[in-house]
């Protein structure tokens, strides 16, 4: 099982990118899927979850009404839309999956399988 995570890369503040997730080796619609970040010298944390039927979605309170997580099971992916995009968004962006679950996971040890993240860098 391998997820790739794609789309990073330097934008201005206020600026959009979308990540994208891309599952090879398991189906991904069996799974929750999250995306997670890490900036320099602190903890990952959680961006937004989905979960395995697109139903449902979950962000983190620091991304509300800015990020969009989708995903596209008929693709095997799960893609992140970042809007109005701060400096404070800076860092590693990892994607994941909670393979066969039915919940909507937030916490990093729930979820089974990563991607090698993709960097995201927001100039002010």
């Known amino acids: 099982v391998q997820l790739q995570a794609s789309g990073g890369g330097l934008v201005q503040a206020g600026g959009s990118l979308r990540l994208s997730c891309a599952a090879s080796?398991?189906?991904?619609?069996?799974?929750?899927a999250g995306w997670f970040r890490q900036a320099p010298g602190k903890e990952r944390e959680f961006v937004a979850a989905i979960r395995r039927s697109g139903g449902t979605t979950y962000y983190a309170d620091s991304v509300k009404g800015r990020f969009t997580i989708s995903r596209d099971n008929a693709k095997n992916t799960v893609d992140l839309q970042m809007n109005s995009l701060k400096p404070e968004d800076t860092g590693v962006y990892y994607c994941a999956a909670d393979y066969f679950s039915t919940k909507l996971p937030t916490r990093s040890y729930e979820y089974d399988y990563w991607g090698q993240g993709t960097q995201v860098t927001v100039s002010s």
């Open positions: 080796g398991h189906t991904f619609g069996y799974s929750a």
